[in-house]
């Protein structure tokens, strides 16, 4: 089983900032198998990019994905209230057992 | 617009059973791969049961594997997932979701199960 290792698990950011979460692989993944998922508190998971760097429908440009082989990273270019969430990366290499990192909480400052 | 809604989520006692369902509308159901996914009370996400487009292949986790089944009706667009054997730590909010090409891309807004005396 891959294992997704994700850091910080928590960290505050102040309107405006950039900041970079991320995801390390047990073991080589292609990158077209690394995902990333939004969740709002109260709310179910949301699609946020997918094949590490594809923003899904409706998610703003400040959102970017990179990475290969067992390091990937997800950038929001400039933090806004609207941001805060839990984030999980999630591998689809070793079909049909998909796995998620543990989650990064992200706060406003 | 793609929607998802689970129900059949309550309180069962270890070792008991209960039948999840996911009512999907706003796509053609029989053309995607569906998935149950669940959170567990630390946030934690795990992908519990797969079934294909056309219900023939099921794939699940060991830690569900002889316990759960997942099924569909593609004529009544619903997803189920049979649980038995429950174990408390099965409790959890349990997540239907459509199939990307080895990504979930839409998700419902969840049933949640506890298992507890």
């Known amino acids: 089983e891959i294992v997704l290792t994700q850091s910080p698990t928590t960290m505050a950011a102040s309107p405006g900032e950039k900041i970079t979460i991320t995801c390390s692989a047990s073991?080589?993944?292609?990158?077209?198998?690394l995902h990333w998922y939004q969740q709002k508190p109260g709310f179910s998971p949301k699609l946020l990019i997918y094949r590490t760097s594809n923003l899904a429908s409706g998610v703003p440009a400040r959102f970017s994905g990179s990475g290969s082989g067992t390091s990937y990273s997800l950038t929001i270019g400039t933090m806004e209230a609207e941001d805060v969430a839990t984030y999980y990366c999630q591998q689809g290499s070793s079909i049909p057992r998909y796995t998620f990192g543990g989650g990064t909480k992200l706060e406003i400052k | 617009e793609v929607q998802l809604v689970e129900s059949g989520g309550g309180l069962v006692k270890p070792g008991g059973s209960l039948k999840l369902s996911c009512a999907a509308s706003g796509f053609t159901f029989s053309d995607y791969y569906m998935y149950w996914v669940r959170q567990t009370p630390e946030k934690r996400l795990e992908w519990v049961a797969t079934i294909s487009d056309g219900g023939s292949y099921t794939y699940y986790p060991d830690s569900v594997k002889g316990r759960f089944t997942i099924s569909r009706d593609n004529a009544k667009n619903n997803l189920y997932l049979q649980m038995s054997s429950l174990k408390s730590e099965d409790t959890a909010m349990y997540y239907c979701a459509r199939g990307g090409v080895n990504y979930f891309d839409y998700w419902g807004q969840g049933t949640t199960l506890t298992v507890s005396s």
């Open positions: 073991s080589s993944i292609s990158s077209n198998y």
